[in-house]
């Protein structure tokens, strides 16, 4: 770095954002909420506040009064590169957010600062940096054949060639969490839905990218998001059903921000559509599940989207379910530990967040800790199993499927 | 200059208006200096998401925070965030009720001495260019206000005080960025209530003689002007617009 250039620039920062790293008010609240904080017993490196002091002294340092007057004061590589890993420990669940007294929209922040550090060669972090390789190579993350796509149909369930509305399977419901795909796939079927799916036209979403601030990298969100949507278009679709949140999110947030347009179609999750079909009074339940049920809302589908009812008014109407609250619920929910691409880079991060979560559902003493995503779900399990906790991680239209007397093998 | 500053003075005690002018010039145009640094060093930002940054002008700020507040999208309408997010400061009272209340007595304290000065600094001016505004009369009119708002004001600071030294996770966590707003605002109610005190012969006045209270004045109010005003854009201080701004622009935040 020549002396006299600023060690940082503003590279993916709105003005508004940094306006945002003077508003906050140094409160502290977002400690008290932060999983990965908690997780990490206090590394005072993770602390959202403490981030935002530090790029708050990074911009001092580069662009404020005394730089200007005399030139930007260096900081260290090892500083920075520090700085980027901490980042990274973060699940943008966007808690901070919430809790912030001054309104910061932090999910953005962090996001941004991401991009920055990629851009300038910091970031990501750990295993993150496949993904831009392996989604604009397989279209997937998991390297997987597109034309297997659709490889979990089975011959009871039909998909129509176009169709109104369209089911977007996700990458992990169609190849890691077929159980998800099939249910999903089942229910409808069963509920005389008729709809279609994309099959090996369908591209990842680029949550992953966006939220390891890799958006920029070849483009390639904007270009899955253009390929998806114009996909979706072709399919005649009015109504795309998600039953994965991180693709929901993604499609609700994303898509249109990527694009710069508005889509041309309903963007729902499946959850939505069953407590729609619950008030039309279309669903009659055959079994009963005799179960205390409790719900972990999904990051990406609560707190980022705000759907918090209608995955609890499709659980408290299955004949059965005794549904219990855990003390962190809604848009002040502990996250489960996998998202913003800690599972993939930093997976006993993800696993010790997993732990408490599942920690918070024990202590309600339920027998099933659901929730309607597959992250949440896989990380929740893992949780469990270090734990070896007695309680079932499953999710909410797997348990749909059941009281529809459907099997999901 | 004929007009003086706190007439209420014998003429030979008065602090006259032309220093108390200079003061205040001196402070708001410091204050104007550290705002235009800092809207420059906002406006180094992209004025959108993902977009590629921008040159440093202030404007570029001004237009992406109008835009990003004007813009359609979820959140609460501009007057309910206004009204219950920035005035009542309903976030702050969501998380924790004496933090609420210990920062709504400094806004509302601070908020209203300010106000209450402005209008007795524009009673002084109308008097001045000739018109029969009676500034004494007002002194005394506002003299009750005064006293209630500066309590208010030290109730907020006794509290923030208390929590700073007492509170273990929050006395840990403080630095000297904290610690400088907390001690100019405790500095500027102190020589506030000292200064009135001497003039009225109160408690407050500490005994001193009545010769010390022009100096005392004075004091006073160039410590509140550096600290209200010129002192603002570079220090925490910075938080009483930035963070506004921010809940205005993220439509009442998360």
């Not at chain 1, 089911?167 to 992990?172: A, I, L």
């Not at chain 2, 992209?46 to 921008?54: H, K, R, V």
């Not at chain 2, 500066?150 to 030294?165: D, E, F, K, P, Q």
């Amino acid at each position: 770095m020549a002396k006299g250039t600023p060690s940082i620039n503003t590279n993916n920062l709105t003005a508004v954002q940094l306006m945002e790293l003077d508003a906050c008010t140094r409160c502290g609240e977002c400690e008290n909420w932060c999983p990965t904080y908690d997780a990490t017993d206090k590394l005072p490196g993770i602390s959202p506040r403490g981030k935002i002091k530090r790029w708050k002294e990074y911009m001092s340092k580069s662009h404020g009064l005394m730089a200007s007057l005399f030139g930007p004061k260096q900081i260290s590589d090892e500083e920075i590169q520090q700085f980027n890993d901490d980042l990274f420990q973060c699940t943008t669940c966007g808690v901070c957010g919430t809790v912030c007294e001054a309104g910061i929209n932090t999910i953005e922040l962090w996001e941004s600062l991401r991009a920055n550090l990629v851009k300038r060669g910091n970031g990501p972090y750990g295993k993150q940096s496949m993904f831009p390789k392996l989604i604009k190579e397989y279209h997937n993350p998991y390297m997987k054949d597109q034309a297997s796509r659709l490889d979990w149909v089975p011959e009871d369930v039909t998909i129509s060639d176009n169709s109104e509305i369209v089911y977007f399977t996700g990458c992990t419901a169609g190849y890691n969490q077929q159980i998800l795909a099939l249910a999903t796939a089942r229910v409808l079927t069963k509920l005389d839905v008729e709809f279609s799916m994309l099959g090996e036209d369908e591209w990842c979403c680029g949550s992953a990218l966006v939220r390891t601030g890799q958006q920029h990298l070849e483009d390639t969100p904007r270009e899955a998001a253009r390929h998806n949507v114009d996909a979706l278009k072709a399919k005649g679709a009015k109504k795309v059903l998600f039953a994965c949140a991180g693709c929901f999110r993604a499609a609700k947030v994303d898509w249109p921000r990527l694009l710069n347009e508005e889509l041309p179609f309903e963007v729902v999750h499946v959850t939505q559509f069953l407590a729609d079909m619950i008030d039309k009074g279309k669903i009659k339940w055959e079994e009963t599940i005799n179960k205390t049920v409790t719900y972990h809302d999904p990051c990406h589908l609560g707190r980022h989207v705000g759907v918090y009812d209608e995955p609890r008014k499709v659980l408290q109407n299955i004949p059965g379910i005794t549904f219990v609250e855990m003390d962190r619920i809604k848009d002040e929910q502990r996250c489960c530990g996998a998202g913003g691409g800690v599972k993939a880079g930093i997976p006993d991060l993800a696993l010790g967040v997993a732990t408490s979560r599942v920690t918070d559902a024990i202590k309600t003493k339920a027998d099933i800790l659901a929730s309607a995503c597959p992250f949440c779900r896989r990380n929740l399990s893992d949780g469990k199993d270090k734990l070896g906790a007695d309680v079932e991680v499953e999710d909410v239209i797997v348990l749909t499927a059941k009281a529809l007397g459907l099997s999901v093998e | 200059m004929s007009m003086e500053y706190f007439s209420g003075f014998t003429d030979a005690l008065r602090i006259t208006f032309v220093q108390m002018m200079i003061i205040a010039i001196i402070a708001i145009v410091i204050f104007l200096y550290g705002m235009i640094l800092n809207m420059r060093k906002w406006g180094l930002g992209s004025t959108g998401y993902g977009l590629e940054p921008s040159s440093g002008s202030a404007m570029v700020f001004l237009k992406t925070l109008i835009a990003q507040i004007r813009s359609k999208g979820h959140g609460q309408p501009f007057l309910t965030t206004l009204v219950l997010d920035i005035l009542l400061q309903r976030r702050i009272l969501r998380r924790s009720p004496l933090r609420w209340f210990m920062h709504i007595t400094m806004f509302v304290g601070w908020m209203a001495l300010f106000i209450i000065s402005l209008i007795m600094f524009a009673f002084e001016v109308l008097e001045l260019i000739g018109f029969d505004a009676n500034p004494a009369a007002l002194r005394d009119m506002v003299s009750v206000p005064n006293d209630v708002f500066s309590y208010i004001l030290l109730v907020g600071v006794i509290i923030a005080i208390i929590r700073r030294l007492f509170m273990t996770n929050v006395r840990e966590n403080t630095i000297a960025y904290d610690s400088v707003l907390l001690v100019g605002l405790t500095l500027i109610v102190v020589t506030g209530f000292i200064s009135d005190g001497i003039r009225n012969g109160t408690f407050w006045g500490l005994g001193l003689d009545y010769a010390t209270a022009p100096p005392a004045a004075l004091f006073h109010v160039v410590i509140s002007l550096l600290f209200c005003i010129a002192y603002i854009p570079y220090s925490k201080y910075m938080h009483m617009l930035a963070t506004p701004l921010t809940i205005l622009a993220n439509k009442g935040g998360e």
